[in-house]
């Protein structure tokens, strides 16, 4: 089939490598504008945009739907391929294919429509995930099922760990899906709207730690932002990015202790935090305009002491 690529994150990467390895045709690849960001507003590349070049794809960076609409019928696409785009298409966008447009989405849909389906999911606490392939409709995320696949979430998992993983599913399950499109092959299934939840884009402050919260929720919190925005809190008026801690199984004190004190200072395990319910031991951190460290580098080289509090 000839095909026209439509990605951003590098979520579309893996598949995008199984479509290059395929018999089918990729006549272009279109991805986001570049945009500024860091420290130093340099300019950045999308990692498909990196991926196209590297592979020597005919790119598309279109500022808005108008420029592109009239591109995009010229080429005579049977498929579009959508994965993490970034962008919600257009009914006059997605219908231009002579079959359809299809979408990559790491969620068991309806669950987790949106943006951000692998960070919610784990800052959540659910169990289990997956990646479903669906039918692009006007609404978001809503179209019909063509396959779904569901996987268990780790314990460790992190965003990060999980986003590969889901990744590599998701190529294996587009090669599968297109070959059911070439052969008339599809059950479509609709999607339940009554069941739907929704995975909006992170912003900064949901990396916000709050101690009160239990253990488990902070854990996951601290799982489910790695990268984007980070899980943090305050030390001395200092923003504190916390980027791995473990649940200490700890007797509870019989003196007063608020959430977010600092209990136990140790080399071996870390700096012992109280939270709304247990403990966490903080292993991996990095103090603002300080580099990432472990937990024993900044006990040797900080203040912090047993009964400073956390998130001041």
Request: glycine share 8%; proline share 5%.
């Amino acid at each position: 089939m000839k095909l026209i690529l439509f990605g951003t994150s590098r979520f579309a990467i893996p598949s995008f490598e199984a479509l290059k390895r395929s018999r089918h045709n990729i006549s272009m690849v279109v991805t986001q504008p570049d945009r500024r960001g860091g420290r130093h507003l340099r300019i950045i590349e999308s990692p498909v945009k990196r991926w196209a070049n590297e592979n020597n794809y005919t790119l598309y960076q279109p500022q808005n739907d108008l420029e592109i609409r009239a591109i995009l019928e010229r080429f005579k696409a049977d498929l579009f391929v959508v994965i993490g785009y970034g962008k919600i298409l257009p009914p006059d966008i997605i219908d231009i294919p002579k079959y359809y447009s299809i979408n990559i989405h790491p969620s068991l849909l309806p669950k987790y429509r949106g943006a951000a389906p692998i960070n919610w999911a784990i800052i959540n606490g659910e169990r289990e995930t997956g990646v479903t392939i669906f039918r692009l409709s006007s609404k978001m995320d809503a179209g019909e099922i063509i396959l779904q696949r569901r996987i268990e979430i780790n314990p460790d998992d992190t965003n990060l760990t999980l986003d590969k993983r889901l990744s590599e599913i998701g190529a294996d399950m587009l090669i599968e899906a297109l070959k059911k499109i070439e052969d008339n092959q599809i059950d479509f299934k609709p999607q339940d709207d009554r069941l739907a939840t929704y995975a909006p884009k992170l912003k900064k402050e949901d990396g916000l730690i709050d101690w009160s919260k239990d253990s488990k929720r902070i854990y996951n919190l601290i799982r489910g932002t790695q990268g984007w925005p980070g899980a943090f809190t305050f030390y001395k008026g200092k923003r504190l990015k916390i980027f791995k801690v473990e649940i200490v199984d700890r007797e509870e004190c019989k003196e007063r202790i608020v959430p977010g004190e600092v209990v136990d200072i140790k080399k071996d395990d870390g700096i012992i935090i109280k939270t709304g319910r247990g403990y966490l031991s903080i292993l991996n951190l990095q103090i603002e305009a300080k580099k990432r460290m472990s937990a024993q580098q900044f006990i040797l080289g900080s203040s912090l002491k047993v009964g400073d509090i956390l998130g001041q």
